[in-house]
T-cell receptor
Framework: AQSVTQLGSHVSVSEGALVLLRCNYS??????LFWYVQYPNQGLQLLLK??????LVKGINGFEAEFKKSETSFHLTKPSAHMSDAAEYFC????????????FGKGTTLSVSS | DTGVSQDPRHKITKRGQNVTFRCDPI?????LYWYRQTLGQGPEFLTY????????KSRLLSDRFSAERPKGSFSTLEIQRTEQGDSAMYLC????????????FGSGTRLTVV
C-alpha cells in the first residue's frame, strides 16, 4: 500500500528565505508523486508532478522537487519565499497505474513573514 | 474548459437530513474522484468512477453515502441521515486516461451539520 509522510505540520520562513517542505513516501511499486497547494476555502492546485521522467521536477510559481528513490523522498523547495506562498501544501502518491486514486499526506502549513 | 465545478460551495444542514452534492468534471476527462477533507487533514479518498462505472470505494464510504455518475459526465454524492461527523469539505477531481497524468480538483463543497 502507498502512504505519504510530511515532516513538520507547520513551517515558518521569512520573505526571501529558502522554502523546504519535506515529503517521504512508501510504495511497493514505482510511484507517481505530486505536490498540491491549497489556499483557505479553496480546492487543490497542482504545483508539480513526478511521473518517472526527470528526477528534478520544476513546477509553477518557482517551486521544484527532486525524486530520490534511495531516500524515498520528494521534498519541495523554492529558493526565495514570497508572501503569496503562504498556504497549505500537500504531497500525494499514487502507483503508476492509470486511474488509481491519490493518497495524500496530512499537509504542511507554510507561513511567510516580512 | 472551465475546470471542475462543484455545487453548492457551502451547505448547512440539520443532523438527520439528506444532502446531495454535484460535480461537473472537465468535459474530456473520463475519470472522476470524490475526496473528503476534514480540518487540518489531507484529502481522503472516497470513491472513483471511470466513465459511468464506479470502480473503487473506500472503507470511509459508509452505507449512508452513495455516489453516481449516470451518463459518465457529472456526478452526485448523496449523504443520507447526516451526522455531525460528516461535517467536512467534499472535493471532486477529474483526470483523463490519455495525455499527461494529472488530476484537476474543484473548489469543493463545505458541509456543516448542526
Amino acid at each position: 500500500a502507498q502512504s505519504v509522510t510530511q515532516l513538520g505540520s507547520h513551517v515558518s520562513v521569512s520573505e526571501g528565505a529558502l522554502v523546504l517542505l519535506r515529503c517521504n513516501y512508501s510504495s511497493s511499486v514505482p510511484p507517481y508523486l505530486f505536490w498540491y497547494v491549497q489556499y483557505p476555502n479553496q480546492g487543490l492546485q497542482l504545483l508539480l508532478k513526478y511521473t518517472s521522467a526527470a528526477t528534478l521536477v520544476k513546477g509553477i510559481n518557482g517551486f521544484e522537487a527532486e525524486f530520490k528513490k534511495s531516500e524515498t523522498s520528494f521534498h519541495l523547495t523554492k529558493p526565495s519565499a514570497h508572501m503569496s506562498d503562504a498556504a497549505e501544501y500537500f504531497c500525494a502518491v499514487t502507483p503508476n497505474q492509470a486511474g488509481t486514486a491519490l493518497i495524500f499526506g496530512k499537509g504542511t502549513t507554510l507561513s511567510v513573514s516580512s | 474548459d472551465t475546470g471542475v465545478s462543484q455545487d453548492p460551495r457551502h451547505k448547512i444542514t440539520k443532523r438527520g437530513q439528506n444532502v446531495t452534492f454535484r460535480c461537473d468534471p472537465i468535459s474530456e476527462h473520463n475519470r472522476l474522484y470524490w475526496y473528503r477533507q476534514t480540518l487540518g487533514q489531507g484529502p481522503e479518498f472516497l470513491t472513483y468512477f471511470q466513465n459511468e462505472a464506479q470502480l473503487e470505494k473506500s472503507r470511509l464510504l459508509s452505507d449512508r453515502f452513495s455516489a453516481e455518475r449516470p451518463k459518465g459526465s457529472f456526478s452526485t454524492l448523496e449523504i443520507q441521515r447526516t451526522e455531525q461527523g460528516d461535517s467536512a469539505m467534499y472535493l471532486c477531481a477529474s483526470s483523463s486516461d490519455r495525455g499527461s497524468y494529472g488530476y484537476t480538483f474543484g473548489s469543493g463543497t463545505r458541509l456543516t451539520v448542526v
